[in-house]
Structure formats: C-alpha cells, structure tokens
C-alpha cells in the first residue's frame, strides 16, 4: 500500500517537473495561448467563402429606363455592387482582366424596346472564371435576381391584360437550409478549428518535450531512476493532455461566445470526445518522438508528415467526398477526419452519441494503434 | 562581389553535403502538389440525395431521375419517412433531401402548382450554395416542362421562354474547374514555405554551432555575406518552383496563357522575398527550434488564410483586408492567376510585381541592418 502510495507520488513529482520546465520557457506558453487564439482569429474572420458584394461592372448599350432599373436592381442587392457603367462591350474587359470586376453584364441595344413590346431580351453576362468557386455562387446571384425580375414583368403583364393567376408554374420550389440557414462558411470552420488547434498544441508539444530531454541527455537520467515506463510516459504526457483541456474549453468558449457559433449538441459529450481525441494526438507526439533524435526532425517530421496532410486531406477545408477515391482512401487514416464529423455533428447538427459512434469507435482505435506502436518502439530505445 | 561568390561557394558546399535535406527541398513542394492538389477541390459533384416520393406517380419518377440525370446529384436512397430522411442527414448520407409531396403528379397535368420541397445540409456554406443553386435551376426546368406539357402555357418555338433572361459566358476558366483556381495558390504556399524554411535556419545553425564567431571575424561585409547566403537558396528554390510549375501543368492542366519571362520575374521576386523572410527570422532566432516555429507562423498561416488563396480577400473585413497587404503570396497570386489564367502582360502586372520588389528590398535590408548589428 505504501508503495502504491509512493509510486503516485513518484508520478506526481514527474508531472510538477514538466509544469516546472513548461513554465521556465515564456515562449512555449505563448504557443499554447496565442496560437489557438491567432487560429481563431484567421479561421473566423478570414476563411469565409461567402461570397457578398461582389463586383460588377455594366456596359449599357441602350440607356433606357428599362436598363437603367435593371441596373438601379443590382445596385440595390446586397450581393452586387456596380462598380462602373460603361456604353460598349469592349469597354468592360479591362475591369475583368484586372479583376476589380468579377461580372460583367451587357445590356444590348434595344433592350428597352423588347420589354416594352413583350419581346424576350436576352441579357449578356460575362464572369471571370478565375475563382471558380466565388464565380458559381456570383452567377447563382445574379440568374435569381434576373429570373425575379423576368418573374415581376410577368405578372404587371398579366395583371395589365387582366388575367388573375399569372402562371405560378408547375412547380413551387420550397428549398429549406437545415443546421445553417444563412449558409455563414464560419459556422462550419470554427468547430473543425478545435480540432486543428488539439493536434498542433498537443502532438507537437508532446514530442519535442521528450525529444528535448534526449538531446540534452536527460533521458538517460529518468531511464536509470525507478519510474516504470509507463510512469514515465504518463509524467511526460499528462501535463500536456491537461493543456489541451485547456485549449478545448479556450476555444469552444470563443467559438460560442465570439464568433457566436451555436453549440447545439451536449457539451459534456463534446469535452469527452474531445479528450479522447487529445489522448490520440498525445500518442501521436510519443510516436513522432520515438522516430525522432533532435528536435529539429522531430518538428520537421510532425510538420511535413503528420500535419499539414492532415489539414488538407482531413476535410478541415475541402469536403472529402470531392476527392479522388485513391486519396478518399488514405483519409481513413487520419484521425482528424473522425473528429472534424464529430465536432461539427454536435456544434450544427446537434447529435449524439448514437449517430457519432463510428466515429468514436474510430477515433479510439486509431489511438490504441498508435499508443502500442509508440510504447513499441520506446521499448526498445529507453530500456 | 568575389566576396559573395565566396560565401556562396561555401554554403553551396554546405547544402551539397546534406543531401536529405537538399532532396526534400527539391522534390517534397512537387509531392505535396500532387497530394494536395487533388485533395483540394471545391467543385461540388456527386451530391448524395435522398428521395422521399410520397406521391410514386409516373410524374414524381421524371422529376427524380430529373436529379439524377443532371449529373450533380446521386441517389444515395429512398425512404417513406421524414424521420429516415433526418437520420440520412445526421449521419451525412446524405447531403439534401427531396420531398415529393402526395398528389403531386395530378397536380402537375392539371395545371395545379404543387410544392416540391428539398432540404439541404447547410454545415458546409460553400457547398450548400452551389446545391441549393442547382436543385433550384433543376426545378425551374422541370416546372417550366410540367407545365408545357399540361399545355398551359406552351412556350413559342425556339423563343426565350422568360421576358428576361440572361446568357452567361465565362471567361478564362469556362468549365469552372476549382483547380485552375486553387493550384497557383498551391504552387504560392509550398515554395513560399520552403523557402522561408530553407533559408530561416542557415543562420541559426552557424550560431549554434558556434561557427558565426568566425563570420563575424571574417572580411566580408555584411550585405555580400546576406547576399552570399541567399544565392544558393536562390537557385534551388528556382528549380524547386519550376519543378512545381511543371507537375502542375502535367497533372492538372494548368494553362500558360502569358509570358515565362514575366512569369519568370514573378517567381524571382516572390522567392527573394520569401529567402528574405527566412533570413530575418533567422537573425531574430536563437535556436534553430525558434526558428523553425516562427517560419511556419509567418510563412504557413498567412499564405494559406490571407493570400487569397482560398478564401477571397474581398470577402474579409476591413481590419483584415488591410494586414493582407503586407503578405507577398497576395500580390505573387494576383500576377501568377493573370499571367497563367488571363495571360495578362507585366505592364498591368507593375504594382504587384513592385510590391513583391518593395518586399524582397525592405526585408533584405531589415536582415542585413539585424545581422550587422550583432556584429557590431
């Protein structure tokens, strides 16, 4: 009893002397603060692929107050703003070979005339298809805003020849947004944040602490004393898995309560997983450690080879159902991948454990890989 | 000048005898594109949908396969319950639900407007927008069809249906393929990263090693001695990029619509500043960890959020629209977007090529002025 006593003591002297060493370096306790923070900060300001104001510049070729309204509609949207009024075609494209406008949008001459008579118009729309991405959702603009506009001339028509019912069409569209009504990209960036900031703090905190102490030596010393290995495994992780706990309630704090991101699931299931997910990454930095002699390989190695994949090919930024099969293969692999469904399941979506346990059972079995991998290849090292 | 030559000679050697390290900065940039590069994809294809068709009419079946055959969408399954359909979501098998509502098919013959609804995942905006647009034009076919054949309102032969219409037209990347788009930001952030980092422990390592006593003791002057370092870096990282440039036009169909020679200058002054950078942090650093960590907060966060890269930086606030400016992979993306995709000429290229100059000199200059400093 005594000495079950003096061993969790022994464990005990071990964590305080890692808190000790975290707290003698000012710049390690920069990392652990300001770099979650300065992530947030990017992620919820900057990665936003909304698309909003967007450029347009007109070349109007009639100068009617038909082409004048349909421009003063553009002006008026949220969406647009006219950034100049030009007369002819050729006029437009050196705003959009500089790209200070995306579209450019030619009303022909004679375009009064023919909504005047009733004949159909035909307006003329030039996109800048450099960003792909912004262009689809610019364009998705401005064919609603022209198609209500085609929809109002309609229905004065018909009201003017005295038909009741204007033809509604056969179909009434009722397209319904569901977790993110106004569609705002930082809803579901912020959640994936939690996930990136755990990985970088803990994983590579993790492994250049005890990469750190077999550079300078102090390996050998910790070898020789009686701390069983996995005390000493434990000393080594456990402060850092207790600064991730406190980057999980850091971050999930400024998501709800700064960025304003609702957090509709059950926090507690939210901070167990998270834990488990620390416990992962922790084992990630053993690993990394145990395949590292200095510091220098072992912050190359968890950079090149363990982190920026993981950013890119975890789903954080683009959806993996978008990539081709063979890399949607190596994705399994990542553990980043569960997490990301797992937080932004419980931020938006509101599940539960019933509907995340795969990627629970997932998360749990990767981490058990890489613990008995990691505990393998320290066998052999510190022993 | 022999000065620079010498010193250059001797960190030529230097690289020369790593040669892990000299492979990883030649070859991993062109690794990484080919892995990433086709991980990174906003083009949004394969939609899985769920059908709830409470009607089963010959009707509801046109506007289903309607989805199907427009390419965007794939059936991931049928359910006859709103609950199922919200568990498809939950569990993301599905990405948007169609609901066909009972009675939908006499409506539609009998000239009746009957509601179609579909629900869409909103977690990821982006792709959400670019469902929600097709899903929309879909039904308007498929209304303006229904209707046709309900022989309401029969569109004249070969005229525009609507009173207004618009023919969209897009220029320089008429498919809309995301790639053309995203693989010059690509091309941006891994040279931009390897260079910063090739270069950002050069320095440190001569002071850790103790080596830097004897540059300081050395007759060369400060600025042949930074001029000298850099050179080598210069020239890998030429190679590096061209490499990077190359695979991407092989593997993803990169046009080359404008000039090499300015596509050429582009890269030279975009890589000057980024060896630059690796330099400053490299005189501010003590260890070579430092180092390595303060490379990868000035080099990885800001290309990768604030270069326009990704996310458009018309799109962010003011405050951080404005500390963009001072990120060169802004200003190299804009030239290398307009000389590969628009083949724009340098002479509308002047102010970002300038900036890139502006940088490469301010930050030369702040690496020389911090190192001559510790030598004094």
């Known amino acids: ?383 | 000048m022999t000065s620079v030559i010498a010193v250059a000679r001797k960190e030529l050697r230097q690289i020369v005898r790593d040669r892990r390290t000299l492979m990883i900065l030649a070859f991993v940039p062109a690794f990484f594109l080919l892995v990433f590069g086709y991980a990174l994809n906003f083009d949004v294809r394969n939609i899985a949908l769920a059908v709830e068709d409470r009607d089963g009419t010959s009707e509801s079946r046109a506007l289903i396969s309607a989805f199907v055959n427009s390419g965007y969408f794939n059936l991931a399954g049928v359910v006859h319950d709103p609950r199922a359909a919200e568990w498809m979501l939950d569990r993301n098998q599905a990405r948007a639900v169609l609901v066909i509502p009972e009675g939908f098919g006499r409506t539609v013959t009998t000239g009746g407007t009957a509601p179609v609804q579909v629900i869409v995942n909103g977690d990821n905006a982006n792709t959400a927008t670019a469902v929600v647009g097709y899903a929309t034009s879909i039904l308007q076919t498929a209304s303006a069809e229904f209707s046709g054949r309900a022989g309401l309102w029969a569109p004249p032969a070969g005229a525009v249906p609507q009173p207004v219409s618009v023919e969209p037209r897009i220029w320089y990347n008429p498919e809309l393929r995301s790639a053309l788009f995203l693989v010059p930001g690509l091309i941006a952030y891994l040279t931009m990263l390897m260079s910063v980092t090739s270069t950002a422990l050069s320095i440190v390592r001569e002071k850790e090693s103790g080596t830097i006593e004897q540059v300081r003791m050395a007759p060369v002057g400060t600025f042949p001695f930074i001029l000298g370092k850099t050179a080598p870096y210069f020239g890998i990282s030429l190679v590096s990029a061209a490499l990077v440039f190359l695979a991407a036009q092989l593997l993803f169909g990169l046009p080359m619509r404008g000039s090499w020679l300015t596509l050429g200058a582009a890269f030279s002054v975009y890589l000057l500043g980024a060896l630059a950078t690796g330099l400053l942090v490299s005189t501010i650093a003590e260890t070579q960890q430092v180092a390595f960590q303060i490379a990868l907060l000035v080099s990885l966060l800001p290309t990768l959020m604030l270069s326009g890269f990704i996310f458009p930086i018309a799109s962010m606030p003011e405050f951080l629209q404005a500390i963009t400016r001072v990120v060169p992979a802004r200003y190299f993306l804009v030239a290398l977007r307009g000389i590969v995709l628009k083949g724009t000429a340098a002479s509308h290229l002047l102010p970002e090529l300038g900036a890139l100059a502006i940088y490469a000199a301010a930050v030369l200059g702040l690496a020389s002025l911090r190192l001559a400093k510790d030598r004094a």
């Open chain 1, 1 to 383: 009893m005594s000495s079950d006593f003096a061993r969790g003591g022994r464990l005990r002297v071990l964590i305080w002397k890692e808190f000790l060493e975290i707290r003698m370096n000012p710049r390690l306790f920069g990392i652990v603060v300001v770099a979650p923070i300065l992530q947030l900060a990017m992620l919820g300001y900057a990665a936003t692929t909304d698309v909003k104001d967007v450029p347009i510049v007109v070349a109007d070729g009639d100068r009617s107050s038909a082409s004048r309204e349909l421009i003063q509609r553009f002006d008026a949207s949220r969406n647009f703003t006219v950034i100049a009024t030009v007369t002819t075609v050729t006029e437009v494209e050196p705003f959009v070979e500089s790209g200070t406008a995306w579209i450019a949008l030619a009303i022909p001459a004679g375009h009064g005339a023919d909504i005047a008579t009733g004949r159909p118009a035909v307006l003329q729309a030039v996109a800048d298809g450099t960003d792909s991405n912004s262009t689809t959702a610019a364009l998705g603009y401005a064919t609603a805003l022209i198609g209500g506009y085609a929809r109002e001339l309609v229905e004065t028509r018909s009201a003017a020849a005295g038909i009741s019912r204007p033809d509604a069409g056969a179909i009434d569209a009722r397209i319904r947004v569901w977790f993110n009504p106004q569609l705002e990209s930082r809803h579901f960036m912020i959640p994936g944040v939690l996930a990136l900031v755990l990985l970088l703090v803990t994983a590579n905190l993790a492994a250049m602490a005890i990469v750190r102490e077999k550079e300078i030596g102090t390996l050998e010393q910790l070898n020789v004393t009686p701390l069983r290995r996995w005390e000493l495994i434990a000393g080594k992780l456990l402060p850092y898995g207790l600064i991730g706990i406190l980057d999980i309630l850091l971050v999930t704090a400024v998501a709800v309560f700064w960025f304003e991101v609702p957090l509709r699931g059950s926090f507690w299931l939210l901070f167990t997983i998270s834990l488990l997910y620390v416990l992962c990454t922790l084992a990630l930095g053993l690993l990394v450690s145990t395949i590292s002699e200095t510091q220098q390989q072992a912050m190359m190695t968890a950079t090149f080879f363990f982190l920026m994949p993981m950013i890119y090919l975890s789903g954080f930024m683009t959806p993996i159902e978008n990539m081709p099969e063979v890399i949607q293969c190596i994705t399994y692999v990542i553990p980043l991948r569960y997490f990301l469904v797992i937080v932004r399941g419980i931020f938006l979506k509101g599940v539960g454990f019933a509907v995340l346990w795969p990627q629970v059972a997932a998360l749990a079995a990767w981490g058990t890989v890489v613990v008995s991998l990691a505990v393998m290849r320290s066998s052999k090292r510190l022993d």
